[in-house]
């Protein structure tokens, strides 16, 4: 859950507030209540609340009895001289979010050029190249990226894991 959850909630409450002002308008704009109204006041608790419950799951506090301590040099987990894992992505998007979560371990590119057609999109020479030395292929699947489909046929000596 983690961070996913804290977001969710997020977004919940904003489209939550974003209802509740524009109701909150719109009825004071017709004088159906009068501003200074009980309702408004309840119509907002739930979204107070509903805020402090989300900020109080996104605690980052250490469990008694345990110390953060930063990793040494002995401890470190790749260095420097280590060579970047390529990644191939089909998507600019899935490309950034390989970069985001590989950091500097990773050299992510993307396939289909930003603005492209990616339902459309004809691989190109140089990209079946760059495919055929990818350590890690990076697919949205679900028919998105069929012109991934011919490619991985004609790799034979791809291995291909899906989970």
Same mark, same amino acid.
């Given at each position: ?39 408004? /006041? ?56 390989? /970069? ?64």
């Amino acid at each position: 859950m983690g961070g996913n959850y804290f977001f969710k909630h997020i977004d919940t409450l904003y489209h939550y507030l974003r209802f509740l002002i524009h109701w909150v308008g719109a009825l004071e704009i017709t004088n159906k209540i009068k501003p200074n109204s009980l309702w408004i /006041r309840l119509a907002f608790l739930p979204a107070i609340v509903l805020l402090f419950l989300s900020v109080a799951c996104g605690t980052d506090a250490t469990p008694t009895g345990v110390t953060k301590k930063p990793a040494g040099p002995s401890q470190s987990i790749q260095t420097s001289a280590s060579p970047k894992i390529n990644v191939q992505a089909t998507t600019t998007v899935l490309a950034d979010m390989v /970069r985001v979560i590989g950091g500097d371990m990773v050299e992510s590119t993307s396939i289909v050029p930003a603005g492209a057609d990616v339902h459309i999109y004809q691989v190109s020479p140089s990209q079946r190249i760059a495919i055929s030395k990818a350590r890690l292929l990076v697919s949205n699947g679900l028919g998105l990226d069929d012109f991934l489909n011919s490619e991985l046929d004609n790799s034979k000596d791809l291995m291909l894991s899906m989970w």
